[in-house]
């Protein structure tokens, strides 16, 4: 069971990670974001934040791409389709949740 | 780094001690506070370009207007304060929405980018057929009604551009009124042209701010969580 509720995508679930995604969707479809921006963002640390967006990644909810500008290496980072429906579905699953707890 | 680091917002997978896991309600809330710290992270803020676009627009023709009022045609010296109300308006504009935007690129970044653009190619274009009607003999009257006309036309159209590409209500509604303004700057004539700029076009920017405003307060107050229905780039 682990304590994720029927229905919710444990690897969104996390608190962590929800913020994570839930900013990657905030942006639009083709998007993407510097790692530095997306950190200071989340106020995490970068060891923190990796972590997760490897788990995101091997989800394949997430897209890193590594590229230089000049010559600093640079990671960007946006959500794939697959993860912008995964974010939609968790959002419709706590949707359900709430209405059942009312209702 | 196969341990998940612990952090004060990185329980995983759900906190203990919650049976249920979560609460449903205070997680959409989370999500969309979220949401809106990283659009206020990359967007830029429509309140401070309505604003300094409206503050420039109200002080620098009215200069030109109070001058022309009472000889006929505005005097050098509110032509350098209209002037000098532009630019910063302009260096405002750029600085700010760059360093919105910085660290962000994809779609909207290309997007974003030819629109700017087409701000200062237009601008440029005016700028230049305003000076051949001049060399051309145009009359001071003549300048100032395609003055304040053309940068309303221009002004109202980009707008209109601004919310077909990003999906704007608001940004459309003002360049709709810009062209109002350029209809009102134009029947007027001398020295009230310039008031109309003034009032209706720096007036219909400030305004903008205030509408701005009321969306953030009403988008924000701590309601039930059904506002966070579709999630996604809102607006």
Known sequence: MGGVPDGLDPVIHAPARLRVVASLAALGRGDEVAFPKLRKLLDMTAGNLSTHLRKLEDAGYVRVTKTHEGRMPATYLALTDTGRAAFADYQAALMDLLKGAQG | ?235
């Not at chain 2, 100032?144 to 109202?156: D, E, K, M, P, S």
């Not at chain 2, 590409?165 to 020295?191: D, H, Q």
């Not at chain 2, 009230?192 to 700029?197: E, I, R």
């Not at chain 2, 920017?205 to 701590?222: D, G, H, N, Y």
């Open chain 2, 1 to 235: 780094m196969t341990s998940e680091p612990t952090s004060g917002s990185g329980a995983d997978p759900a906190q203990p001690g919650d049976p249920a896991g979560l609460d449903p309600a205070e997680t959409l809330r989370m999500i969309q506070q979220q949401q809106e710290a990283a659009r206020d992270a990359t967007e830029p803020d429509g309140r401070l370009l309505f604003g300094a676009w409206g503050l420039a627009w109200l002080i620098g023709y009215l200069a030109m207007w109070i001058t022309a009022r009472d000889t006929g045609s505005p005097e050098v010296w509110a032509g350098w304060v209209l002037a000098g109300c532009i630019v910063g308006a302009v260096a405002f504009t750029v600085v700010h929405s760059v360093t919105k935007t910085a660290g962000l690129r994809g779609a909207s970044a290309r997007v974003g980018a030819m629109y700017g653009w087409t701000w200062f190619l237009a601008f440029t274009a005016y700028a230049v057929m305003l000076g051949a009607m001049g060399d051309a003999g145009a009359s001071t009257e003549v300048q100032a009604i395609a003055a304040n006309g053309f940068a309303c036309l221009i002004v109202g159209l980009m707008y209109i551009a601004g919310g077909l590409l990003f999906e704007e209500v608001r940004m459309f509604a003002i360049g709709a009124w810009m062209l109002v303004t350029a209809v009102l700057a134009a029947l007027v004539g001398m020295p009230n042209t310039y008031l109309v700029m003034a009032v209706a076009g720096g007036g219909g920017f400030l305004a903008m701010v205030a509408v701005e405003q009321v969306i953030r307060t009403r988008r924000r107050s701590p309601g039930p969580a059904q506002r966070t229905e579709g999630g996604g780039r809102g607006a």
